[in-house]
């Protein structure tokens, strides 16, 4: 069974910075394509960020040189560094998987920044 965990959410003040964590297990991680997506209130879920099994990265535009996406196979671990954060960074950001063709999901962590 396929599980991710999301941790590391939670209130700051713009201009703060948080580290959310995506802990996985059932899953070789390491083949896996990894992403961050963002489902601010009232809005659809959107992606945010992605690394694939080779590293290669991708950024929603409103994040480029603020958010920083990795991953810690050895861990199993996926990793989101938010800095210079913004009240519209607001939303649940949940952490996915992608791996031969199939979608897997974590349960979601809030994150709220205080302008």
């Known amino acids: 069974q396929v599980q991710l965990v999301e941790s590391g959410g939670g209130l700051v003040q713009a201009g703060g910075s948080l580290r959310l964590s995506c802990a996985t297990s059932g899953i070789t991680f390491r083949f896996a394509t990894s992403s961050w997506y963002c489902q601010a209130p009232g809005k659809q879920r959107e992606l945010v960020a992605q690394?694939?099994?080779?590293?290669?990265?991708n950024y929603a535009d409103t994040v480029k040189g603020r958010f920083t996406i990795s991953r810690d196979n050895a861990e199993s671990t996926g990793y989101l560094q938010m800095n210079s954060l913004k009240a519209e960074d607001t939303g649940v950001y949940f952490c996915?998987?992608?791996?031969?063709?199939?979608?897997?999901w974590g349960q979601g962590t809030q994150v709220t920044v205080s302008s």
């Open positions: 690394i694939d099994s080779s590293g290669n990265t």
């Open positions: 996915a998987l992608m791996f031969l063709g199939q979608h897997y």
